[in-house]
């Protein structure tokens, strides 16, 4: 076990044994070495946990607890507490890291004092591994407003932040089955004096899960409800003036999820309660909301090769 680590790596683990040890490698072949793992498995039915307990044998930086299942962010609170670094770094089990990851984000929190999380660039991978589309788009300094209609840092395996930040803000709303990540990120830009500040590299590799149901659409939802509630009580002055817009934008994004899902007349529905939300969303962003009405009405054809591009 290392004494001081300098940073915590945090992954929760759920029914992961096809992509946990890939995963675990990833943060192994760090450049930087002073770091602990901590693995939480959170209720697995396969042999992930298993796998674990068999990774940690290997690696005394390795940590391994397991809980009932909660859901993620619950899991990955139980790694925050457990954590002893100054900084604390997100990994889901089936995402992984470039080698250099850990030393490029170490370097930007020591040369920038006030910085209190950092994020980079990301790779998105589809199903069988492959980019699927182009990296993500780089921001360098992220305020509480670009934080209320999409994530700009794309997912929790993104976050590095300082510890004492978590001490202020509080972890992850366990009520959250998705968007608990830019819940956090957005309390952080809003209640403290530190800023979230990106590095202008891909980092980090990220799977884009085309295997979502129509339930995680309402499970999404509650959790925006809860992010929006959470949001407006912080800075009213800031969400309320926009939020026909949010609403709209939420929609749209939804419409998108649907149609991953293999859902078209859900995502036309989801594209009319934006448009009705808000109609100058073809104003603001009219290839993103026309392509998206394009692509649903496209999947309704008897065309197998046009539903596999729009998915």
Same mark, same amino acid.
């Not at 026909?244 to 594209?271: C, E, K, M, W, Y």
């Given at each position: 076990? &290392?004494?001081?680590?300098? &940073?915590?790596?945090?992954?929760?683990?759920?029914?992961?044994?096809?992509?946990?040890?890939?995963?675990?490698?990833?943060?192994?072949?760090?450049? @930087?070495?002073?770091?602990?793992? &901590?693995?939480? #498995?959170?209720?697995? $039915? *396969?042999?992930?946990?298993?796998?674990?307990?068999?990774?940690?044998?290997?690696?005394? +930086?390795?940590?391994?607890?397991?809980?009932?299942?909660?859901?993620?962010?619950?899991?990955? !609170?139980?790694?925050?507490?457990?954590?002893?670094?100054?900084?604390?770094?997100?990994?889901?089990?089936?995402?992984?890291?470039?080698? *250099?990851?850990?030393?490029? %984000?170490?370097?930007? @929190? $020591?040369?920038?004092?006030?910085?209190?999380? =950092?994020?980079?660039?990301?790779?998105?991978? *589809?199903? #069988?591994?492959?980019?699927?589309?182009?990296?993500?788009?780089? @921001? #360098?300094?992220?305020?509480?407003?670009?934080?209320?209609?999409?994530?700009?840092? %794309?997912?929790? $395996? !993104?976050?590095?932040?300082?510890? $004492?930040?978590?001490?202020? =803000?509080? *972890?992850?709303?366990?009520?959250?089955?998705?968007?608990?990540?830019?819940?956090?990120?957005?309390?952080?830009?809003?209640?403290?004096?530190?800023?979230?500040?990106?590095?202008?590299?891909?980092?980090?590799?990220?799977?884009?899960?085309?295997?979502?149901?129509?339930?995680?659409?309402?499970?999404?939802?509650?959790?925006?409800?809860?992010?929006?509630?959470?949001?407006?009580?912080?800075?009213?002055?800031?969400? #309320?003036? &926009?939020?026909?817009?949010?609403?709209?934008?939420?929609?749209? !994004?939804?419409?998108?999820?649907?149609?991953?899902?293999?859902?078209?007349?859900?995502?036309?529905?989801?594209?009319?309660?934006? %448009?009705?939300?808000?109609?100058?969303?073809? %104003? +603001?962003?009219?290839?993103? =909301?026309?392509?998206?009405?394009?692509?649903?009405?496209?999947?309704?054809?008897?065309?197998?090769?046009?539903?596999?591009?729009?998915?």
């Amino acid at each position: 076990m &290392i004494s001081h680590p300098t &940073i915590s790596v945090v992954m929760p683990v759920f029914n992961a044994r096809a992509t946990i040890t890939k995963a675990v490698l990833s943060v192994q072949a760090q450049t @930087f070495r002073n770091w602990e793992l &901590i693995l939480v #498995d959170d209720g697995s $039915s *396969d042999d992930t946990l298993e796998i674990a307990l068999g990774l940690e044998a290997l690696d005394e +930086r390795i940590r391994v607890t397991a809980q009932e299942n909660a859901g993620p962010a619950a899991a990955r !609170n139980v790694g925050i507490k457990l954590s002893r670094g100054r900084l604390i770094a997100f990994l889901d089990a089936d995402d992984h890291w470039h080698r *250099d990851r850990l030393g490029a %984000c170490l370097a930007h @929190f $020591s040369r920038n004092p006030h910085v209190g999380v =950092v994020y980079t660039r990301v790779a998105l991978l *589809d199903g #069988d591994g492959q980019a699927a589309r182009r990296p993500t788009p780089h @921001f #360098d300094v992220l305020t509480p407003a670009q934080l209320l209609s999409e994530n700009p840092v %794309c997912t929790t $395996s !993104n976050i590095v932040v300082r510890t $004492s930040v978590i001490e202020q =803000v509080g *972890d992850f709303d366990p009520r959250m089955a998705h968007i608990e990540d830019q819940d956090f990120l957005f309390r952080v830009a809003s209640k403290t004096s530190f800023t979230l500040e990106g590095i202008d590299r891909v980092l980090l590799d990220y799977r884009v899960s085309d295997q979502s149901r129509s339930a995680d659409l309402a499970l999404t939802a509650k959790s925006w409800r809860l992010f929006m509630a959470r949001a407006r009580a912080i800075a009213p002055q800031l969400v #309320d003036p &926009i939020w026909r817009g949010l609403v709209a934008d939420f929609h749209r !994004n939804q419409a998108r999820r649907a149609l991953r899902s293999g859902l078209p007349a859900t995502a036309l529905a989801l594209i009319a309660r934006a %448009c009705s939300a808000d109609p100058l969303i073809f %104003c +603001r962003m009219p290839w993103r =909301v026309g392509l998206t009405l394009l692509a649903a009405l496209a999947m309704f054809l008897p065309i197998p090769r046009i539903k596999e591009y729009v998915r």
